[in-house]
Nanobody
Framework: VQLQASGGGLVQPGGSLRLSCAAS????????VGWFRQAPGKEREGVAC???????????YYADSVRNRFTISRNDAEKTVYLGMNELQPEDTAVYSC?????????????????WGQGTQVTVSS
């Protein structure tokens, strides 16, 4: 497995989770990494993305539906990108997956990535 998403689970409304997207067999530091989610009966939605570091603070992107609640970050030494999720609501329930591309967040979130990880289930329910 070259890209693995983990950290999902069951959480109550208003709760928090942190997802991890871990890379193996390639150097994640050169890649833009995006997080996606797909709820039953809905299309896949790109929720956040982070550009490669390139020696400076990497740029980030958030969908309107998660801005100010979710935070994407990366630790290139650990070859991992994180998605911190706060104030979770039932509408955040979905399978979350990650993808990495050598191009840009725009391209990755457009569905063109070099690596795709399997999803992790996030369920927000009381």
């Amino acid at each position: 497995v070259q890209l693995q998403a983990s950290g999902g689970g069951l959480v109550q409304p208003g709760g928090s989770l942190r997802l991890s997207c871990a890379a193996s067999e390639f150097l994640l530091e050169y890649y833009a990494v995006g997080w996606f989610r797909q709820a039953p009966g809905k299309e896949r939605e790109g929720v956040a993305c982070i550009h490669s570091s390139s020696g400076s603070e990497p740029m980030t992107y958030y969908a309107d539906s998660v801005r100010n609640r979710f935070t994407i970050s990366r630790n290139d030494a650990e070859k991992t990108v994180y998605l911190g999720m706060n104030e979770l609501q039932p509408e955040d329930t979905a399978v979350y997956s990650c993808a990495a591309g050598l191009t840009s967040c725009r391209t990755v979130l457009g569905g063109k990535a070099d690596y795709w990880g399997q999803g992790t289930q996030v369920t927000v329910s009381s």
